[in-house]
């Protein structure tokens, strides 16, 4: 094949492998030593420290900076994983920006805040060799977790560390959930999902089963009749529809897009437009448009259909995506489709409400990847929803005993790696504690 | 897993790391939250006699000196002893030990010099429950111009009358705190030993103005215009600390005496460095001073981790470990020749060990055009300058020369040991150190 940037339709090898594998190389790399002696020497080892109250999962940022200043990275990382057993995944992929480094006193003080995130991953990546807990004597009580995302693996490993066994059951054919299937490429390579995911069942007692989909053969009925206790973590498997008028065979949703694209190896071999148009303004819709033109793609829009500060994705993210050649269209909402072409209608906010200005602008576009939010597929109707999610009080309890839910499925909380975290690991302590008979 | 125990004098405590006799330690509400945070002893802030409380200046009472990005360094202080009514003290003391019973509780106490007001003080304190006493002859501000603190611990024949007097008016273990504000510190510790302490504690605070206000004109802290002389504490007084404490336990006559280090201790590897130099726990002010009492987490979690990487189980293989590797220069190996290298993958190019060198030492170090900087082993006598002012860690190292490895510098042959006293230079006309060898220590 001899495609390139100009190639007309969605091909593949636009770019060469060399620059594909530059292209989707770690965005924040590793510090090395010397960056993280100088990048934690500016921390303040703050009182109640705000990055921790800004850390869904609380991690003990003072400490474990100053374990690291003080050239013990280990017990840094044991610091980290006490909150967040993921703390490796999420030291790369969380959007600190607007959590603990945004909340830093440096960033206060001199709008640069201390790498947080850089300074998890140095000491993380230190004790990523061998799993560093063990397991409590078994308890005898099992406990079934659906979902090998975020939450289902912080709720299995803290249930493990307290000596339940614990069966994950995941519908894909890996684990990791969105770190696996979803997350940027560039944010976490070198397969660090699978990586990570292997280090965590290390600490044994938990057997996971892929290919196992709620709702199949696998019914939460059986669940609760099999186990002691049900979790569900499986995160949000559908997604939104957007109707619009035309045709057009470039249509895709990004997360399907993106689940195929990161289950590449190399990359080479992923279709991609020339003129690339995605839809929506979270997350979601920057990654897409940032590897479209990671993979070489011409032009790559991003059309959201609110202004700048509705978005979603952080301002980070938007710089981010403009760095990378991502056009961004605010004020700009899907209508129809057409041949190599989208449609879109100019809007403005009035008194509150988004309304059409009357102009329209017609974008080339041989690829459309619709990103406008996802949505909880397949809950067991015997379970109280909120908002769309399943309902959950404290700790992740369902309005069904003996059923926990965490992560996005659940109610509550932002849709993110490390609030999963969270909710799967606070849901483990509550279990653990109804399991013994203590709640 | 390491094991953190302490056992100081019969003192238990679940690590070595102690909050000094300072302003953390003045409450029961601070101390109380000093052994939540996970202190594993503490000494009380010094109680003077029963009466009118001391006075305390109610301007600043500390004065500071910074590093680079305000990183406090030094620390100097003009507050005097405890301020509170004794009774206060005495009943929160009972109270705290009654519910730790497990964390080390030490009572610092400073009276005048004399038999009674000690005596006194000392019964009052056994009614506590406290695990021990320390006598405060060290503070070197206020109380001394009364005749207590470091005016009793600059006089030997003093520190020992009064040890002895607590000695026998008590069998609670006696610590004795000392001032480094002496020529040499053994005679006071050998004071403290003959009068009967079971312990020292050193350093207390060195006497110190931390700067000038040049636009006032007055020493800083600065009371209505005036400054006095303070107590200098901090990191930068650590090395100050660490050859007393080391100066102690080599000492024939008082190595046996066990110490408790203090001085600048701010990171588990500080506590390491006094406790290989003699000290069996540490006690701490200025770092929880400066960060709050959370600090401890990471001395035990760092000291943990060190102990398991050296396969170390208990405390007692840390404590004194390097005090037979501390000499005096006389038996330092002349022929030990070493070279600096810089790593040239790690050189920043910022010129500071040239600058070093070329300014101020050997011109040991060569600059190319494009900014490439060697070392001249034919230069270099190894002073280690470049290697301090170096900002990168592990850039330049030195590098020794193995025996029979010709040294460039002189073009002879390294050789084995061979210290002064041996050596051929060491003639009569030279100086006068004493021309019989020494023991060659190897």
Redesign the interface.
Same mark, same amino acid.
């Given at each position: 094949m001899h495609n390139d940037q100009l190639t007309p339709g969605i091909e593949a090898g636009r770019l060469s492998a060399d620059q594909i594998a530059e292209n989707f190389a770690d965005l924040h790399p590793p510090l090395n /030593?010397?960056e993280a002696?100088v990048a934690a /020497? #500016?921390c303040y080892?703050c009182?109640d420290a705000p990055c921790t109250l800004a850390c869904p999962t609380s991690i003990d940022v003072?400490?474990f900076v #100053?374990?690291i200043a =003080?050239?013990?990275p280990?017990?840094a990382a #044991? =610091?980290i994983f006490d909150q967040n057993i993921l703390g490796g995944m999420c030291a790369r992929v969380c959007p600190t920006e607007t959590l603990c480094e945004e909340a830093c006193v440096r960033e206060t003080a001199e709008g640069e805040p201390v790498q947080i995130a850089r300074l998890q991953r140095y000491a993380t990546d230190r004790l990523m060799d061998a799993q560093p807990y063990t397991r409590a004597a078994e308890t005898g009580r099992k406990v079934a977790v659906v979902g090998a995302g975020p939450a289902g693996l912080a709720c299995a490993h803290r249930l493990a560390m307290k000596g339940h066994d614990v069966v994950v059951y995941d519908a894909k054919p890996k684990g990791g959930g969105l770190n696996e299937y979803g997350i940027a490429a560039y944010k976490a390579p070198d397969d660090f999902a699978q990586a990570e995911l292997d280090w965590l069942l290390k600490i044994g007692g938990i057997r996971v089963e892929y290919g196992r989909k709620l709702g199949d053969d696998l019914t939460l009925a059986s669940l609760q009749k099999g186990f002691d206790v049900v979790f569900l973590g499986m995160g949000l498997a559908g997604v939104n529809k957007l109707a619009l008028d035309g045709a057009h065979p470039g249509v895709e949703n990004a997360v399907d897009w993106i689940a195929r694209m990161r289950q590449s190896p190399d990359k080479t071999d992923v279709p991609v437009g020339r003129n690339v148009v995605v839809i929506g303004g979270g997350m979601t819709a920057v990654d897409a448009a940032v590897q479209s033109k990671l993979l070489g793609a011409e032009t790559v829009t991003m059309a959201y259909r609110r202004d700048r500060a509705a978005m979603a994705a952080s301002e980070y993210e938007q710089d981010l995506a403009a760095s990378k050649g991502v056009h961004i269209l605010y004020n700009a909402a899907p209508k129809a489709l057409g041949a190599g072409a989208i449609t879109l209608a100019r809007t403005k906010t009035s008194n509150g409400a988004l309304v059409e200005t009357g102009e329209e602008i017609e974008l080339a576009a041989d690829q459309v990847l619709l990103a406008v939010g996802q949505t909880l597929a397949g809950a067991p109707e015997i379970l109280a929803l909120d908002g769309g999610k399943i309902a959950v009080t404290g700790p992740g309890r369902t309005s069904v005993a003996g059923i926990w839910a965490g992560g996005d499925c659940a109610s509550g909380g932002e849709d993110l790696t490390v609030t999963a975290v969270a909710e799967g690991r606070d849901a483990a302590e509550d279990i653990h504690a109804h399991l013994m008979g203590e709640a | 897993m390491a094991d953190l125990r302490s056992n100081f004098l019969g003192i238990k405590s679940p690590n070595p790391f102690w909050l000094a006799s300072a302003p953390p330690t003045d409450k029961e509400y601070n101390v109380r939250r000093a052994y939540e945070a996970g202190w594993g002893g503490v000494v009380w802030k010094t109680l003077g006699e029963d009466g009118p409380p001391v006075v305390n200046v109610s301007g600043p009472r500390y004065g500071a000196i910074h590093g680079p990005d305000r990183r406090l360094l030094g620390l100097n202080n003009i507050e005097l002893i405890t301020d509170r009514p004794l009774e206060v003290n005495l009943r929160e003391i009972t109270s705290v030990k009654r519910d730790y019973p497990d964390r080390a509780l030490v009572v610092s106490l400073m009276v005048p010099c004399e038999q009674e007001p000690w005596e006194k003080i000392i019964r009052r304190v056994e009614e506590t429950g406290a695990d021990g006493v320390e006598l405060n002859f060290g503070c070197p501000h206020g109380m001394a111009e009364r005749g207590m603190g470091s005016a009793v611990g600059q006089v030997p024949e003093y520190i020992e009358m009064v040890t002895r007097w607590v000695r026998n008016a008590t069998r609670m273990p006696v610590i004795v705190k000392l001032t480094p504000n002496v020529t040499n510190i053994l005679a006071p510790a050998e004071a403290a030993m003959r009068g009967g302490a079971d312990a020292v504690s050193l350093i207390n605070t060195i006497n110190s103005i931390t700067s000038v206000d040049i636009d006032t004109f007055a020493p800083e802290p600065t009371i209505d215009g005036w400054g006095a002389h303070g107590g200098y504490c901090g990191p930068a007084v650590k090395p100050i600390a660490l050859n007393m404490v080391a100066e102690i336990a080599r000492h024939a006559a008082t190595a046996k005496l066990p110490i408790s280090g203090i001085g600048g201790v701010t990171t588990w590897r500080d506590a390491v460095e006094f406790m290989m130099l003699g000290a069996s726990n540490v006690q701490v002010c200025t770092a929880a001073m400066t960060y709050g009492f959370k600090i401890v987490q990471e001395m035990i979690s760092g000291l943990e981790q060190y102990m398991d990487e050296k396969g170390f189980s208990s405390l007692d293989e840390i404590v004194g470990r390097a005090v037979p590797n501390v000499k005096d220069w006389n038996e330092l190996n002349l022929n030990y020749v070493t070279k600096a290298v810089i790593d040239q993958d790690k050189c920043i190019q910022c010129g500071r060990c040239y600058a070093a060198c070329e300014d101020t030492s050997h011109q040991a170090i060569a600059m190319s055009e494009d900014r490439v900087f060697t070392v001249k082993d034919d230069e270099c006598v190894a002073c280690n300058l470049c290697v301090n002012v170096c900002p990168v860690e592990e850039c330049i190292t030195m590098k020794e020369l193995p025996l029979g490895a010709v040294d460039e510098r002189t073009g002879r042959k390294v050789e084995p040991y061979l210290n002064w006293p041996q050596h051929p230079n060491n003639t009569p006309d030279n100086c006068g150190w004493d021309p019989d060898p020494a023991e060659p220590v190897q």
């Open positions: /030593d010397h002696l /020497d #500016r080892f009182y003072p400490l #100053r374990q =003080t050239g013990t280990e017990a #044991r =610091t | -």
